[in-house]
């Protein structure tokens, strides 16, 4: 079968429409809770919602809606106990990321649905995504895109510094929960695309491959949606061309391709920065700081040399060991 023949299926372009709209909302709600140091929630919610899906089998429902509501409630209790902020939170958290995953399996075991029915929901299947599927996530995608970044500013502030937000008169715990309940829906949105067991990848790996590459927050949020789409459209693609040899699921693909991205972006990211810190090794404003001179200094510095460089009209001291070194073409003298 040719490309054109296999896109032009209905199956492949449901799956294509759900694999962008799953890289677009995911980054997005991804970045707050990356901001708010909680990239391992939409984990955590993910294994929760495995009870939701279950229930859906179970009881002949839908299991996304299903999903949507145990997910959204497991999130909310989430965001509860974390708030509390007891020296014991991590722990019941941990107990209730547990029970989600282990009820699930118990709850599916008992409506008699068998393992493979539960394992298109905890590794994805784009494949076998239905009509009335690829609408909902259309919908709640839409809503998760639309309230991040319409409520950017509100969210980014309720994550940068809670004390500052509540000072300036936002209702900060709306907002804190409003953020778990939009990683909740996107846990969901995201399950048939890479599954409830590495849905906090795609919420956090573009995430952390922006930052890289980025120094503002609107920039940031914008680079991983982007990144999000490429890696699940070309995650999709990718597996879809790889089963003609073999047995490659589109979930994990996509996940490693996020990742390959990544590891493309840190070695650049920490090359811009340490450029970034050569430029201008001191702060805006900040004087550069007299030190006691030195001794015999074996050390030739120059501009590979790796040290703070502090440009002067005639020549460029390079900061090394709590003392400065003046380099004049070619030579240096110790201050």
Known sequence: ????????????????????????????????????????????????????????????ASPLWTAVLVAVLGAVLIE??????????????????????????????????????LN???????????????????????????LCVGLAP???????????????GLRVRVYNVLVAVLAAVSVTVAMRTVGLLLVSALMVVPVATAQQLTRSFRTTIGAAMVLGTLASVGGLVTATF?????????????VLLAL?????????????????????????????????ACGEHPHAHGPGCGHLAVPHDDHVDYVHDGHRHAVHGGHYDEH
């Open 1 to 60: 079968m040719s490309a054109i023949e296999l896109f032009s299926q209905p199956f492949m372009q449901r799956a294509l429409i759900a694999a962008l709209l799953t890289g677009l909302a995911a980054p997005a709600i991804g970045t707050f809770l990356v901001q708010r140091r909680l990239a391992l929630m939409g984990d955590g919610i993910g294994h929760v919602a495995v009870t939701g899906v279950a229930l859906g089998l179970a009881t002949g």
């Open 80 to 117: 509860v106990i974390r708030e509390r902020g007891q020296t014991n939170g991590d722990v019941a958290l941990a107990l209730l990321f547990y029970g989600g995953l282990a009820g699930g399996v118990f709850v599916s075991g008992l409506g008699g649905q068998s393992a493979a029915a």
């Open 120 to 146: 298109r929901y905890l590794f994805g299947s784009l494949t076998t995504i239905s009509p009335g599927d690829v609408l909902i996530t259309m919908v709640l995608a839409v809503a998760v895109v639309g």
């Open 154 to 168: 509100q969210l980014f502030a309720v994550a940068q510094d809670q004390e500052f937000a509540r000072v300036a």
């Open 242 to 254: 790889a089963s003609y040899q073999a047995t490659v699921a589109p979930g994990p693909t996509i």
């Open 260 to 292: 390959a991205c990544y590891a493309v972006a840190w070695p650049i990211g920490t090359w811009q920065r340490r450029r970034a810190r050569l430029r201008e090794p001191f702060a805006s404003g900040q004087a550069v700081p007299l030190h006691d």
